[in-house]
């Protein structure tokens, strides 16, 4: 046991819970971002408020989202101890004449990690929070409003989306002949009220700009602090990294914000 203690408190073993918690969180990046595709979807909000219920209330997703939360704890926890440890033995930095976006990624992930962190505790709090405040405080007092559709099941065309007035209700699918009716919370509203707000977008973009820049040296180097890089599959692995993780994910969630703004 005091073999397994010491192995997890030296520098590699500080490295390998980053690499293994980053690699979760970048396993989460991408569901997060398909379910969060349902904002796009013209449908007042019916998809992603079904989405929205399912991420919050499943029970084996609940036990997930404890997960979630605590290693995101530990990835901020081991790189501030990381940093201020790397600092210590490097007070001078090294000069580098590499200024590509990834040499210059590796030499500021302090900085793009603490401001993905302030990011994550801004997001939850308008988001996450909201959600889940009316489930703390008296029946009644929502913070998200409830909205109702209805839907044709013979065609799949919504027939209608209204705002319910305030009210104790449930999240509740039930069918009336071929009409199917929905009742759920309206966070796609919630959104919808963050994303009008220019600050709030620019903020959102400028925090998945640095998410980009924390994915382009982060992922290639978890894989790096486990020893899974071959020269066969280092390719591969740096393709992901960059196109999937630095590019495609970081470009999706910043669209949100940004096609809410100008075209919603």
């Known amino acids: ?20 918690t980053g690699l979760f969180l970048c396993t989460f990046l991408i569901v997060h971002l398909s379910g969060n595709l349902a904002l796009f979807k013209h449908d007042n909000g019916q998809a992603f408020n079904a989405y929205a219920n399912f991420m919050t209330h499943f029970p084996p997703i609940r036990v997930i989202s404890y997960i979630l939360y605590l290693t995101i704890l530990l990835h901020t926890i081991y790189a501030i101890v990381l940093t201020i440890r790397n600092r210590r033995a490097r007070p001078i930095s090294y000069v ?111 925090a998945m700009v640095t998410l980009s820049l924390h994915l382009l040296h982060g992922f290639q180097s978890a894989f790096h602090t486990m020893g899974w890089i071959h020269r066969k599959y280092k390719p591969i692995i740096y393709f992901i990294g960059t196109w999937l993780f630095a590019v495609i994910i970081p470009v999706g969630f910043a669209a949100m914000p940004v096609v809410y703004y100008f075209f919603r």
Do not use: C
């Open 96 to 206: 580098s004449g590499n200024d590509s976006p990834q040499a210059w990624s590796a030499k500021n992930m302090g900085i793009l990690g603490s401001i993905l962190f302030l990011f994550i505790v801004i997001h939850m709090k308008d988001f996450w929070f909201k959600y889940h405040k009316d489930d703390w405080s008296a029946k009644g007092a929502y913070t998200i409003p409830f909205k109702e559709y209805k839907t044709n099941l013979v065609t799949g065309e919504q027939i209608s989306a209204r705002d319910l007035p305030p009210g104790d209700y449930e999240y509740a699918v039930y069918n009336e002949g071929s009409v199917e009716t929905m009742i759920a919370k309206d966070l796609n509203q919630t959104v919808e009220v963050a994303f009008k707000q220019w600050w709030y977008v620019l903020f959102y973009v400028i």
């Open 1 to 20: 046991m005091s073999e397994f203690k010491q192995t997890f408190n030296s520098s590699l073993g500080k490295k390998l819970i980053m690499a293994l």
